[in-house]
């Protein structure tokens, strides 16, 4: 079963699942930080009463100041509108720094949550996934919902109370101007719900792009060696400027959207303009309204259309971050598979049985009955053709995957009984690409076993022959490696994941055959390092070149998912079978994808 994210939910009502993504959003990341936005809504109150005030306040200054010439309200009116808007400054200031910590609080914790989760899923997981579409979702949805604290929060509170004091002034000067200014509210509401849909779909197919987008930098970061040597620069900039293109085709549909609402906002003021210019002018040369309170109304009409225009906004800012939070739970919403046992069994020392195992990816088989015992402190070594399913084998003997059927057992106990911490703890990978990240040498030995002491990894370090290279570099051990070691050469990099290996002091060594892409002198200080690593431990060798496991314990022959022979190098030699087919062809040079 597939567990590709899909940003599609047939048959959900996108209302209902909107209110459930935003109750969700609430309750587990805003609702703690309740106080300080009541804290934000009343700053938010003073500062949206303020505009309120600043209009009432033009009445007086033409009524008594301008038109009669009085001047003792010019003082009084002008230290009086100042005084406003300093508290409108001061207000303003106070709860936007209140929203934006708490939207920044938020997008932290959410990424953090993300990346945790993440690491709780499965192998499958990131195998249906590509790493750019989940980054873009960590980073890019995650970003996208701040606009949700840091506009529409601040816009939803503080223009909602810019609007409600304005209208109270435009109502206190004039009713029927005021009903005059709003008679084209009603013409926007259904091009405003309709836009609302739109919004979302488009802005939802614009984060899709975004995240193949993302998937595609990352293919080529990773790929820029293969891109070289292959002359490949051109068309992977022709393939990039493609997927940019239907990114920038789908933003620019969502934004064309966004644009519609604040379009029909000026639409709207132009025709309530014109209407209150007709209506007032005449009814002040009529002599039936004062210079005064046409002017306090204009005011409040010119100062409510920039809270209407941000609050008709407000809908295509809530659905951009709707469609990101979608896109975030889609991934919280993911659940792992590979679950420990309810009541875990201690694990013991023992052989490695295989048993009947079964394994499909999706429909195609890839185990099918494999059996085999790797006996205990002995080495077990596994071959065949590409496709043979050796690789399988290690993921399930970790957990990162589990057997349709049949049973995996170390000792007595079956892996899928035994804490997956614990049976982890059991087991060193060291395979043909090593994970090192950009840290110090010694830092990325010290991933073995986190509680390591200096002279612990010191001491794996020489017993791996990284100190060889190590000490002659100007930081010793202390030396960054660069972006996935890239500072180091391919059988520099391969001694130190064995020393990381040898740190952990695991009983059970799995070995995806780290040596088959080095040159002849790196392997020969690998090998001499794997032999050192391998002693008194049960190991089990994924061999790609037959002539590193002659002195395996045991080699287990593998095709279509099934052991064809098994035995020791000098039997399965005398058998003539397909092992030693494979041996004949690899000693004459022929070469052979196992």
Not at 87 to 94: E, Q, R, S, T
Not at 401 to 407: E, H, L, M, N, T
Not at 410 to 431: H, K, M, N, Y
Request: aromatic letters at 6%; hydrophobic letters at 45%; glycine letters at 8%.
């Amino acid at each position: 079963m597939s567990s590709a994210l899909t940003s599609s939910q047939p048959g959900a009502d996108p209302e209902m699942r909107a209110k459930r993504l935003l109750g969700r959003l609430w309750r587990e990341h805003v609702s703690d930080y309740w106080k300080r936005m009541l804290l934000a809504l009343g700053l938010m109150t003073i500062e949206g009463a303020t505009l309120g005030a600043a209009a009432y306040l033009i009445q007086p200054l033409f009524d008594e100041v301008l038109v009669t010439g009085d001047g003792t309200m010019i003082t009084w009116a002008a230290f009086a509108i100042a005084g406003i808007l300093l508290l409108k400054a001061i207000a303003g200031f106070g709860q936007r720094l209140i929203i934006v910590s708490i939207g920044l609080k938020v997008v932290i914790a959410l990424q953090s949550r993300l990346l945790n989760h993440l690491l709780s899923l499965d192998g499958r997981f990131f195998q249906d996934n590509a790493p750019g579409a989940l980054i873009e979702r960590v980073r890019g949805d995650t970003s996208a919902l701040q606009s949700l604290a840091s506009t529409a929060l601040m816009s939803a509170g503080r223009d909602t109370i810019s609007l409600i004091s304005l209208l109270t002034v435009m109502f206190l000067n004039d009713w029927t101007w005021t009903l005059l200014a709003l008679v084209g509210v009603p013409l926007m509401f259904f091009p405003v719900v309709l836009l609302q849909r739109l919004i979302r779909g488009f802005t939802m197919s614009a984060r899709e792009a975004a995240s193949r987008l993302s998937t595609q930098m990352d293919e080529i970061f990773h790929g820029m060696q293969s891109i070289k040597v292959n002359r490949l620069e051109a068309h992977q900039s022709r393939e990039f400027r493609s997927e940019v293109g239907r990114f920038l085709g789908q933003q620019m549909r969502a934004e064309r959207s966004k644009a519609g609402t604040p379009a029909m906002v000026d639409v709207m003021a132009a025709l309530a303009c014109m209407l209150v210019l007709l209506v007032g002018g005449a009814e002040i040369v009529a002599g039936e309204k004062t210079v005064g309170q046409f002017m306090s109304f204009f005011t409040a009409l010119a100062l409510v259309m920039d809270p209407v225009r941000r609050l008709s906004s407000l809908s295509a800012s809530i659905q951009a971050a709707l469609a990101s939070l979608q896109r975030i739970y889609e991934v919280l919403n993911a659940r792992p598979t590979i679950l420990n046992p309810a009541t875990p069994k201690p694990l013991s020392p023992g052989d490695i049985v295989f048993d009947d195992v079964h394994f499909a990816y999706g429909d195609a088989p890839v185990l099918n009955g494999l059996s085999f015992r790797a006996a205990e402190g002995r080495t077990t070594a596994l071959v065949g053709p590409s496709g043979a399913g050796k690789s399988t084998v290690f993921g399930l003997m970790t957990r990162l995957i589990d057997p349709v059927s049949g049973r995996i057992t170390i000792g007595d106990t079956a892996t899928t009984e035994a804490e997956l911490d614990r049976l982890r703890d059991s087991i060193a990978v060291v395979g043909q690409e090593t994970a090192l990240f950009d840290q110090s040498i010694a830092q990325n030995i010290r991933l073995g076993r986190l509680d390591a002491s200096e002279a612990e990894i010191r001491a794996a370090a020489e017993a791996a022959s990284v100190t060889d290279f190590a000490d002659a570099l100007p930081g010793g051990l202390e030396t960054t490696v660069g972006p996935r070691g890239s500072t180091l050469s391919g059988g520099q990099r391969q001694r130190v994941a064995i020393a990381r290996a040898m740190l952990r002091d695991a009983p059970i060594l799995l070995l995806d055959e780290p040596t088959s892409a080095l040159d002849a002198k790196s392997e020969q200080l690998v090998q001499e390092a794997l032999t050192r690593l391998s002693h008194g431990r049960t190991t089990l060798v994924i061999a790609h070149r037959l002539s590193t496991i002659r002195d395996a314990d045991l080699i287990v022959v593998m095709d279509k998912g099934r052991v064809v022979e098994e035995g020791t190098h000098a039997s399965l030699m005398a058998a003539e079978g397909a092992y030693a087919r494979l041996h004949a062809l690899q000693s004459a040079g022929v070469t052979t994808a196992l």
